[in-house]
């Protein structure tokens, strides 16, 4: 799939700024790669993902799984010409030279990180919570708790080297082979319902049917994304330009060949009405699969998996604003660190504030939904951005992506991310009211900043 770009020499570090320590290497990278997109996506979706596509689960998880590859092989050739820890900014800073335009990518991120954190902290108040609590908590409650739990834990200082996440994805990894397990075991002794697999909840065909699918997968596609934060640790990995091609490609690999698996599985133990019901659908998985595994102890794993998603979520999200603000794209207040533990103080009290908004107003569904629309429009930017950055020669050799992928790339991304793909309305709402506080944050700062220039 891939070529070169003719090239002699792979970049020197500048000599004037002091250089990351680059510890990753390839065999951490993959796991980084994996344990960044697994977790809430799979854990706390796949139901509602059957009830807008019926018994033909797997079916948004392939298309899900192609559109990411195509995005991932640019995200490789960008960040081989550009190893550099900025990722979706940077690219789209370089192709088009539009401040407000980097802005608004940079933002979009920042808030896909906050709607995924607030639907994890949605699943970790549902039916896995439920399972050990019996249900007697109030969840909106309990998913602002939550929220207020990852802000203290994020203020007080969390040091997560990339090791400490290896054994995060192990965990997260050991349920759904658990799952798959289950799964086989089932199959195996005759279990399973196999005519499920081809049904789809529309009942008519065409335009109907198109639209129903594209829903599923928009929906599903929350279950992918991830690969896009690992090119921030461009600087901290060994020999990144030919690292990053096997390592991005490989983790998206094996989590879309999971994804596929873990539907079929979940599709064929238990009927569609009962996965779109619960917000553990795995749960019901665990629960139908005729093997005496202890459904608290799976609630344990899924509640870790989704707890884990959501504090990484945060803290991306808050170093984000903590970035812009010092780059002067936010006001400089919100970079604002806490004295003694260093830590952004404003950007984690500004983002919290956000999410307990957005798991206040919002469901799993229709936050991850938002997750993947936020993220699909940045993608779209992204892979054009590789086509306007061909012109732009680098001396060192690199990934280049065949022209088609970022073509069919866009395309995807912008179908996907269309009303064609029949989200409910409300998504493009929150969308639009998160990016309306980010226009009016980057307009208050332009204002300061022109008075502060003419004094």
């Excluded at 195996?188 to 129903?212: D, I, K, N, Y």
């Excluded at 794993?301 to 504090?311: E, G, K, M, R, T």
């Excluded at 996907?416 to 307009?443: E, F, Q, T």
Aim: charge should be neutral; hydrophobic fraction near 55%.
């Amino acid at each position: 799939m891939s070529s070169t770009d003719s090239t002699t020499a792979r970049p020197a570090p500048e000599p004037s700024q002091p250089s990351l320590k680059r510890a990753i290497g390839p065999k951490l990278l993959i796991l980084f790669v994996i344990g960044d997109i697994l977790g809430t996506g799979i854990y706390a979706t796949t139901g509602k993902v059957a009830g807008k596509v019926g018994g033909a689960l797997w079916v948004p998880f392939v298309i899900g799984f192609v559109v990411a590859i195509l995005t991932a092989a640019s995200y490789v050739e960008l960040v081989g010409k550009y190893p550099k820890a900025a990722g979706a900014a940077l690219y789209t800073q370089k192709a088009f030279k539009v401040p407000f335009l980097t802005f608004i990518v940079a933002f979009m991120v920042m808030c896909s990180g906050l709607s995924s954190a607030s639907a994890a902290a949605r699943a970790f108040s549902g039916d896995y919570l439920d399972e050990l609590t019996a249900g007697a908590l109030p969840p909106t409650l309990i998913a602002i708790l939550f929220i207020l739990a990852l802000a203290a834990l994020n203020l007080r200082g969390v040091s997560e080297s990339v090791k400490t996440n290896v054994v995060l994805t192990l965990v997260e990894l050991t349920g759904l082979v658990i799952i798959l397990a289950i799964g086989a075991y089932a199959v195996l002794g005759g279990g399973g319902e196999p005519s499920r697999l081809t049904e789809f909840q529309s009942s008519g065909t065409g335009f109907a049917l198109m639209t129903g699918v594209l829903g599923a997968t928009a929906l599903g596609f929350f279950a992918f994304v991830g690969f896009e934060d690992s090119v921030n640790m461009a600087e901290e990995t060994q020999d990144p330009v030919r690292t990053f091609p096997r390592a991005i490609f490989i983790g998206v690999a094996v989590t879309g060949t999971i994804y596929v698996l873990v539907a079929l599985v979940s599709s064929l133990l238990v009927d569609t009405e009962t996965l779109a019901g619960s917000s553990g659908p795995l749960l019901e998985v665990v629960k139908a699969g005729g093997v005496d595994f202890p459904p608290e102890l799976f609630a344990v794993i899924a509640l870790f998996a989704v707890a884990n998603s959501a504090l990484i979520n945060i803290m991306m999200a808050s170093r984000l604003c903590y970035g812009m603000a010092n780059e002067r794209i936010l006001p400089k207040a919100m970079g604002r660190v806490l004295a003694g533990r260093r830590t952004p103080v404003v950007g984690i009290v500004f983002v919290s504030l956000l999410a307990i908004g957005l798991v206040s107003t919002g469901e799993i569904e229709g936050l991850g939904d938002t997750t993947a629309f936020l993220l699909l429009c940045v993608f779209a930017v992204v892979n054009v951005a590789v086509l306007v950055l061909r012109k732009d020669r680098v001396d060192h050799e690199h990934f280049r992506t065949p022209t088609i992928l970022p073509v069919l790339g866009a395309i995807t991304a912008l179908i996907l991310a269309s009303p064609l793909a029949d989200r409910p309305a409300d998504v493009y709402i929150r969308a639009g009211v998160l990016l309306a506080i980010g226009i009016a944050l980057w307009a208050v700062n332009k204002l300061v900043l022109r008075a502060r220039s003419e004094d």
